[in-house]
């Protein structure tokens, strides 16, 4: 399996993005890292291990890029309105600069999308904010609403990054044409969080799968079950 090192210089942050791909060929995945985690976290879980076959038969690319957390939600030290800011140059980022550069090395023009618990409310809110970017949605043992982090705090950029609010009046074409699935697990505790979002998908018509994996917790092994089972359905 060929792994790269990929740091790269982003304006929008002021400093590098640390990032490792996994694959020569292959559509283009972005696997967000779970709370204040770092881009070579989905290696060490081994999650990458996990679909090393579609990475070796030229089926995915994974792309796995470092987070901002410290600096965002997790930031305690900052102001919440600031949290949010820092968050939303971590969003423009991937945006303007990460997504172009791989629609362009990959020849596509819509990329996937995928992360496990934090990592998945990424995933997922990247997703719903640039619909016409992401043609795929992999969340895995994920919650998302973020009034938990901001000390009773709230505005207007929290209410677009905040997927429970902003949604349910959301309009695009794109989202009924994204693939979508919200993993969880029965004896996983932002299993509620699924259902909810499964509900606020149901109720604007949106496409979806809500798998909901017997047994289960919310851990990586639950994940690395989950992760090639969702590219083996693409």
Not at 4 to 17: C, E, I, K, Q, W
Not at 83 to 92: A, G, K, L, M, T
Not at 104 to 109: A, G, N, S
Request: with cysteine; hydrophobic share 40%; charged share 20%.
């Amino acid at each position: 399996m060929q792994e790269a090192y990929r740091p790269f210089y982003s304006p929008t942050l002021g400093h590098d993005v640390e990032m490792l791909v996994f694959g020569d060929v292959g559509y283009p995945i972005v696997v967000f890292p779970s709370s204040r985690g770092r881009y070579y976290e989905a290696k060490d879980f081994k999650l990458v291990e996990a679909v090393q076959w579609f990475i070796d038969n030229q089926k995915v690319k994974l792309y796995c890029i470092d987070s901002v957390d410290a600096h965002t939600w997790y930031a305690k030290h900052l102001h919440p309105a600031e949290r949010v800011q820092n968050h939303i140059r971590y969003d423009h980022m991937l945006s303007n600069e990460l997504v172009p550069m791989l629609q362009q090395e990959c020849h596509v023009d819509k990329i996937g999308v995928a992360g496990c618990s934090f990592g998945g409310y990424h995933a997922l809110n990247f997703a719903f904010r640039h619909p016409e970017q992401v043609a795929y949605l992999f969340s895995m043992g994920a919650a998302f609403d973020m009034r938990q982090f901001m000390d009773g705090y709230y505005d207007e950029n929290l209410y677009f990054n905040n997927p429970p609010d902003f949604m349910p009046n959301a309009e695009n074409e794109h989202f009924h044409q994204m693939n979508i699935v919200l993993g969880t697990a029965e004896y996983d505790f932002c299993k509620e969080a699924n259902y909810q979002m499964s509900e606020i998908l149901n109720n604007k018509g949106i496409r979806h799968w809500l798998d909901v994996r017997p047994h289960g917790t919310h851990d990586w092994p639950v994940w690395r079950e989950m992760f090639p089972h969702y590219l083996s359905v693409m």
